[in-house]
């Protein structure tokens, strides 16, 4: 199982910014498609947005406008830029990637998640 590397949660203000990141473990990986969930205390992990394997990226309706998912090959790492935050945002925010690797004989397809980081947005 491939544990994802997520960074950037923290503590904001309303109206603030953050940017959080997720990588692979490793540099075998290729990111195929990715998604953002975020899990708020005592609810349902629900979902932030995708961008899919050709950079086409959907949002939830309450974060459209002010989330952006982006991606950055060279790197591979996939980014959630969070403006405008709101307390309704405070989570734990959890990445998902379709990985893809070559074992030497085939390209295998793996669906990862990242350990979650907290966001909490203070009013």
């Known amino acids: 199982q491939v544990q994802l590397v997520e960074s950037g949660g923290g503590l904001v203000q309303s109206g603030g910014s953050l940017r959080l990141s997720c990588a692979p473990p490793g540099s075998i990986y290729t990111i195929d498609a990715a998604g953002w969930y975020r899990q708020a205390p005592g609810e349902r992990r629900e979902l932030v947005g995708t961008?899919?394997?050709?950079?086409?990226?959907n949002y939830v309706d309450s974060v459209k406008g002010r989330f952006t998912i982006s991606r950055d090959n060279a790197k591979k790492t996939v980014f959630l830029q969070m403006n405008n935050l709101k307390p309704e945002d405070t989570a734990v925010y959890y990445c998902?990637?379709?990985?893809?690797?070559?074992?030497?004989?085939?390209?295998?397809?793996?669906?990862?998640w990242g350990q979650g980081t907290p966001v909490t947005v203070s009013s």
């Open positions: 998902n990637l379709g990985l893809k690797y070559y074992n030497g004989r085939r390209e295998i397809v793996v669906d990862a």
């Open positions: 961008l899919s394997s050709s950079d086409i990226a």
